[in-house]
Nanobody
């Protein structure tokens, strides 16, 4: 069974940056689309950014121009670079491999 392990979350001040990582335990990583999602308290989980096996990306309107998704197939890892963070970015961030494999989540808190 494939496992995903997220890291890089934490507490950051508004305007700051964080980089999330998600490492997958599969040698077939390169054939999968990957996504980052987030869920704030009392809200539904939402797509933040996604990247296809070919490297095409798409972003939620709320993060365009601030967040960048990327992947390193040699390391079986997907990243989410988050810049100009806002308090409304506070959430648990999850990565997803394919359509049904989820990581355990990592907390991101943006607060002064």
């Amino acid at each position: 069974q494939v496992q995903l392990v997220e890291s890089g979350g934490g507490l950051v001040q508004p305007g700051g940056s964080l980089r999330l990582s998600c490492a997958a335990s599969t040698s077939l990583f390169s054939i999968y689309a990957m996504g980052w999602y987030r869920q704030a308290p009392g809200k539904q989980r939402e797509l933040v950014a996604a990247i296809t096996s070919g490297g095409s990306t798409n972003y939620a309107d709320s993060v365009k121009g601030r967040f960048t998704i990327s992947r390193d197939n040699a390391k079986n890892t997907v990243y989410l670079q988050m810049n100009s963070l806002k308090p409304e970015d506070t959430a648990v961030y999850y990565c997803r491999l394919g359509v049904s494999t989820w990581g355990q989540g990592t907390q991101v808190t943006v607060s002064s």
